[in-house]
Nanobody
Framework: QVQLVESGGGLVQAGGSLSLSCAAS????????MGWFRQAPGKGPEFVAG????????YYADSVKGRFTISRDYAKNTVFLQMNSLNAEDTAVYYCAAAFGLLRATHPSEYNYWGQGTQVTVSS
């Protein structure tokens, strides 16, 4: 059974940084895309960043490009999201998700598995 477990959320001041981790287990992730989404109160899920497990190709939402970096540790089956220059608009619950059999995925419906989420709060 696939499990995605996020960690690393918390409270940070505007302009600060946080790093999120997502530990993946339960199957081979070689043909997967790992994505980070976020959901703010009263809003739908928003794609943040994605990485193709096999070759490390990454892509980002315009709102985080240049500030966030997604990466993976192939050996540890872990995906990271480094978030810099955080602002109040980044406050949300952040979710790790896995999609299989695709080359690129930015819509929540394309993802098969989801973590439980971790809260990120940026104080202004």
């Amino acid at each position: 059974q696939v499990q995605l477990v996020e960690s690393g959320g918390g409270l940070v001041q505007a302009g600060g940084s946080l790093s999120l981790s997502c530990a993946a287990s339960g199957r081979t992730f070689t043909n997967s895309i790992m994505g980070w989404f976020r959901q703010a109160p009263g809003k739908g899920p928003e794609f943040v960043a994605g990485i193709r497990w096999s070759d490390g190709i990454t892509y980002y939402a315009d709102s985080v490009k240049g500030r966030f970096t997604i990466s993976r540790d192939y050996a540890k089956n872990t995906v990271f999201l480094q978030m810099n220059s955080l602002n109040a608009e980044d406050t949300a619950v952040y979710y790790c998700a896995a999609a299989f059999g695709l080359l690129r995925a930015t819509h929540p419906s394309e993802y098969n598995y989801w973590g439980q989420g971790t809260q990120v709060t940026v104080s202004s």
